[in-house]
């Protein structure tokens, strides 16, 4: 929490203690969000992160992680974030689901997601990590909130049944370049799997995604880095588009 405050990264926690469990980095997970909670914070949601093959390899695991979503970290769409505020973010972007219902693991399915699903948005997630250069592993980036930063959420609201999530396209341009393109399926074939991953999950550690959350299923695409004077801008084909900038 200190290097969030600085605005300075840290040595990865798994440099200092190397045998730190997944299981105890989520525990320094939730001592930290308990700390903002007993500050005035207040949880509006989840976000899965992992979600991609690649991302997997590259930590050497094979499921995804999970961070909280707090209302402070929520950026209007079209939106300006100052640059100062953040260490290191990158930018991607997501389909978030809104729920109307508690979605309580550990035999939560995809249809349970559905059901339980007001609507879906385009997103943006800002990630960021307090550990310096992303030098992280899964236990790193578990303890720092599943490397959370800030999130945009688009306009145009669907129901489920209203779009093909799957194969839902979407377009991720930087200062109206294109980056790169994604689809539904590139979060571990369905983004409603995601939520079912993330509530099954959470039973775990008896937590329950709860009516009126907000869940950022995981990126359709590569992250990409973000500076002073960028505008990101994700086209959805159905959804809409998502944008935000930077000062």
């Given at each position: ?17 190397p045998d730190?469990t997944v ?124 490397s959370s ?99």
């Open positions: 929490m200190n290097a969030e405050k600085t605005r300075k990264g840290v040595s990865p926690l798994t440099n200092m203690n730190l299981k105890e980095a989520y525990n320094i997970q939730m001592d930290n969000i308990q700390v903002k909670l007993e500050n005035g914070e207040t949880i509006s949601g989840k976000k899965i992160g992992l979600t991609s093959l690649a991302m997997q390899q590259l930590l050497g695991v094979d499921e995804p992680d999970y961070g909280h979503l707090l209302q402070s970290m929520e950026v209007r769409n079209g939106g300006v974030i100052s640059r100062r505020q953040l260490l290191e973010p990158k930018v991607e972007g997501e389909i978030a689901f809104f729920l109307k219902k508690d979605l309580t693991g550990p035999n939560v399915t995809v249809e349970d997601v559905l059901d339980a699903t007001e609507y879906v948005v385009a997103a943006l997630e800002v990630v960021d990590s307090r550990v310096a250069g992303w030098k992280i592993k899964l236990c790193d980036t578990i303890a720092d909130n599943a930063g800030l999130y945009v959420l688009g306009d145009k609201k669907l129901q489920p049944h209203q779009i093909n999530l799957k194969e839902e396209k979407m377009s991720f341009y930087k200062n109206q370049q294109l980056m790169n393109e994604g689809v539904g399926k590139a979060a571990l074939g369905d983004p409603a799997y995601c939520v079912a991953w993330l509530a099954n999950k959470l039973a775990e550690f008896g937590i329950t995604l709860k009516a009126n959350e907000v869940i950022l299923s995981g990126a359709l695409s590569a992250a990409v880095k973000a500076e002073e004077g960028n505008e990101f801008v994700a086209k959805f084909q159905t959804l809409g588009e998502v944008k935000v900038k930077f000062e």
